[in-house]
C-alpha cells in the first residue's frame, strides 16, 4: 500500500508539472484543489479501512494535512502565481523527494495482516523501559541517561517456568518488527523479550508514551538489557 501511494502522488505531481509546462500555466488554484482532495481520499481510505494508521503513516499524514491547509490559504485569497517554467521543474523535484520521505516507513514496512499463532497457550505482552542512571546515553543528541525499552510477548499462565528467547533488531528496525515471530514463539511456550534500541531504532515508545527516532549509529543495547535481567531475576 505504501507504494501504490508514492506512485499516485509522484503521478499527481508529474501530471501538474507537464499541464503547467504545456499550458504555460502555474494551475496553482488547481493544485491547491488537488492537495485537499488528496488528504479527503486518504481520509475516506482510512475510514474504509484500507489503509490502517500506524507509525508507517507517521510522516505522510502531517504532510498531506500541512499541503492541504496550505491550499486551502490559497483558494481562500485566490492568490494566482506567476509561471516559470524553472520554478515548476524546481518545486516537482522538491515535492517528490518530500512524498519519497514521507513514504519511506510504508514502503520499507508493507502493510499486511498479521497471521495467526499456532500454538495452544494465550498470550500476553506487556512493555517495561528502564533507565541507566550510572551513565549517559552516548547517542542521544541532549546530556541523557541511557533508556532501554524492552516489549515482551509471553504465555499467559504464569505458574510455570518458561525459556526466555532475546530479539535485536536490525539497524533503522524497531521492537516490533517480528511481531508474528514472536507471537508464535509466545504461543509454544517461551518469552520473547524484543529490545528497542534507543536512538538506533528507527523509533522508540517507551512506557510514558515519549518518542525517541534516530540520532546516531552504534552498538546494539543487548548487553544492557542482559545487565538490567541481571538485577531483577
Not at 508474528?180 to 514463539?185: D, F, H, Q, R, Y
Amino acid at each position: 500500500m505504501g507504494m501504490l501511494a508514492l506512485v499516485f502522488l509522484v503521478s499527481v505531481e508529474l501530471s501538474f508539472l507537464v499541464w503547467a509546462v504545456g499550458t504555460g500555466d502555474d494551475h496553482g488554484q488547481e493544485r491547491a484543489m488537488a492537495r485537499i482532495s488528496t488528504l479527503s481520499l486518504f481520509g475516506l481510505l482510512l475510514g474504509a479501512g484500507v489503509y490502517v494508521l500506524s507509525f508507517r503513516y507517521l510522516l505522510l499524514v502531517p504532510m498531506l494535512g500541512i499541503r492541504a491547509l496550505v491550499g486551502t490559504v490559497v483558494l481562500i485569497k485566490k492568490k494566482q502565481t506567476q509561471y516559470s517554467t524553472k520554478r515548476t521543474i524546481l518545486r516537482f523535484v522538491r515535492n517528490s523527494l518530500i512524498i519519497v520521505l514521507a513514504l519511506v516507513p510504508a514502503v520499507l514496512f508493507p502493510q499486511c495482516e498479521q497471521s495467526e499463532p499456532t500454538g495452544p497457550l494465550a498470550m500476553a505482552t506487556k512493555r517495561d523501559t528502564w533507565e541507566d542512571i550510572s551513565r549517559r546515553d552516548p547517542f542521544s543528541l541532549s546530556d541523557e541517561f541511557r533508556v532501554l525499552t524492552v516489549e515482551f510477548w509471553y504465555p499467559e499462565a504464569n505458574d510455570q517456568k518458561y525459556p526466555l528467547i532475546l530479539f535485536s533488531h536490525g539497524a533503522f528496525g524497531f521492537s516490533g518488527s517480528n511481531y508474528s515471530t514472536c507471537m508464535e514463539l509466545a504461543s509454544h511456550g517461551y518469552i520473547v523479550g524484543s529490545i528497542s534500541h534507543t536512538h538506533h531504532a528507527f523509533f522508540t515508545v517507551g512506557t510514558n508514551g515519549r518518542l525517541s527516532g534516530i540520532s546516531a549509529i552504534g552498538p546494539t543495547s543487548t548487553s544492557s538489557f542482559l545487565a538490567f535481567i541481571s538485577k531483577i531475576r
